[in-house]
């Protein structure tokens, strides 16, 4: 199956989702770059993480669906997947980065809760 | 505009600036300048590559792409988690 | 019931996960999907897991619809911060929270809608205390901050996991 064989709206549909969603995940990764204190930057990647996902994903669903003519569904579970292993690999990297910088002593480490 | 040009600039623009997403990423890795920046930095290369390779299977127009993303995904997962890890203790498993 | 199906709601994700990757439906598809979803949670009796009981199904697609509009809008003030849109100064700082929540699940569910909110990043929780410590990149008032997680997210987690 060539892209050629969709519709003009699937085609602009497409196009625009994938292009918002990788446009907020650069915007994220733009973030490791300008936030300046480590805690800070582990905010900027859940931006690709949550709606440049969902966006990009958005648009391989409409894709697939509109080229083979039926409801093509599966990349929900990437979405799924991401959603629900994105917590447990920021909590603990914080966590990490919280011991590490407790048991140095430096001054921007966080307070006990 | 025919479809398929629509469809060839707007997925084309949408995978480079993933890849440049991924180059900054790749960028905070060799800069650090703590272990968890360079941790930090490798989730989120692999997070904008997973994106890249579904972008990529639109471009292509093949399902066969789905599963390398899925295989990505869960690689970036238990790495970053093993990373984290060794972080707090030092070594992975105990 | 209990004997044939011990986790019905894993059942019915397994099946449904199963079809998904295997479409499109065919009748030998269909049928392993059932045979997946009736032999593979029976794993699960091994690890005997805490049972979970959801109520209030009401309150449960209110808060998915609020999370939704957060997930946005938060995406929308991220954004803002990291493109230096955001006009005055911003501070980020740590804000501890204590928590009245204590099910595990509604403890898992409110990670997820905490890490998915960009801006807000969850960086420990002590089980004894039941203080939960968050990282806020645009902390403005940390008061609001703990009335906002407690009012918007937990309330409605302590009706769906009570």
Partial sequence: ????????????????????????????AVGLIRLKTFYERVHAPTLGATLGMAMILAASIVYFSAADGRPVLR????????????????ILLGRAAAYRDRSDGNANAPPDP | MSAALVLAYGLGLAQAMLVLAMAIAAWRILRGPRAQDRVL????????????????????????????????????FAATVALAKFLVHGEVIR | MRRILPHPLLSLGLAVTWLLLNAPVTPATALSAVLVGLVVPSVMRTLEPEAVHVRAPGTILKLA?????????????????ILGLRRGDRRAGFVSIPL?????????????????????????????????????????????WVRRIKDRYERPLMEVFS
């Fill in chain 1, 75 to 90: 990349d929900l579970l990437i979405g799924l997947f991401l959603t629900v292993t994105t917590p447990i690999t920021l």
């Fill in chain 3, 65 to 81: 619809v609020l999370v939704l509009y957060d997930v946005l809008r938060s995406n929308r003030d991220v954004a803002k911060v």
């Fill in chain 3, 100 to 144: 009245d929540l204590r099910s595990r699940y509604g403890l898992a569910v409110l990670s997820i809608i905490v890490t998915a909110t960009p801006g807000t990043l969850w960086i420990q929780y002590d089980s004894h205390t039941g203080h939960l410590l968050l990282h806020v990149l645009d902390l403005v008032d940390g008061d609001e």
């Fill in chain 2, 41 to 76: 930095g490798l989730d989120t290369l692999y997070l904008n590559g997973m994106l890249a390779i579904v972008v990529h299977g639109m471009r292509t127009g093949s399902g066969l792409y789905f599963e390398a993303a899925l295989v990505i995904g869960m690689l970036g």
């Fill in chain 1, 1 to 28: 199956m060539s892209p050629g064989d969709l519709p003009d709206w699937a085609a602009w549909l497409v196009s625009a989702l994938a292009l918002a969603g990788a446009g907020i995940s650069l915007v994220g």
